[in-house]
């Protein structure tokens, strides 16, 4: 029986204690895990595919290997913002805003469609349109937009459930 001295403690996840205060942690580590499986799996289909391909032109090849380094990079990236969310003295990327900016916004519209909250994501989407003045302050942002987001669209879908119980 739970008391103010011995609270009940948050639900154990894969990725530690899901907070009750940070509600999208859980769900972006899963959103970045999954989406860096994804990558690797697409770069290593694409690889095989083009590695076997005989009569093949050139340019069929070189598109497979395109993809292949598509895979590599979304991966990349992935780990990338999860390093950052588990460790936020890592070192941020130096690169360009604008693919980890579109990882996000991806992460945020499939997370609203699992959850049946499409229409909330919209908001948070269109925050990430600022730009910050470094590469640190640029992914920092996107990562506490992510976690805001995310954060905000598993209170909606909390709050929905406990109004419209699963029958």
Same mark, same amino acid.
């Given at each position: 029986?739970?008391?103010? /001295?011995?609270?009940? =403690? /948050?639900?154990?996840?894969? #990725?530690? @204690?899901?907070?009750? +205060?940070?509600?999208? @942690?859980?769900? +972006? ?13 697409? !770069?290593?289909? !694409? ?15 070189? %598109? ?5 380094? #598509?895979?590599?990079? %979304? +991966?990349?990236? +992935? ?13 941020? =990327?130096?690169?360009? @805003?604008?693919?980890?900016? %579109?990882?996000?916004? /991806?992460?945020?519209? $499939? ?9 909330? $994501? /919209?908001?948070?989407? !269109?925050?990430? $349109? ?21 954060? $905000? ?15």
């Amino acid at each position: 029986m739970p008391t103010p /001295d011995f609270p009940t =403690p /948050d639900p154990r996840t894969p #990725a530690g @204690r899901e907070s009750r +205060a940070d509600p999208g @942690r859980g769900v +972006a580590i899963a959103a970045l895990l999954h989406r860096l499986n994804g990558g690797l799996n697409n !770069a290593a289909l !694409a690889f095989e595919l083009a590695l076997s391909s005989s009569d093949n032109a050139a340019d069929d090849c070189a %598109q497979t290997l395109e993809r292949g380094l #598509a895979g590599v990079e %979304q +991966a990349s990236r +992935a780990a990338t913002l999860l390093s950052l969310m588990l460790d936020p003295s890592a070192v941020a =990327p130096a690169s360009s @805003r604008g693919p980890y900016a %579109q990882d996000v916004a /991806d992460i945020l519209r $499939a997370h609203a469609r699992r959850v049946g909250c499409e229409a909330d $994501a /919209d908001r948070h989407i !269109a925050s990430l $349109a600022g730009n910050g003045a470094t590469p640190a302050d640029t992914v920092e942002t996107l990562l506490i937009a992510m976690l805001t987001g995310l954060g $905000a669209l598993e209170s909606r879908r909390r709050s929905v459930s406990e109004i419209h119980p699963a029958t």
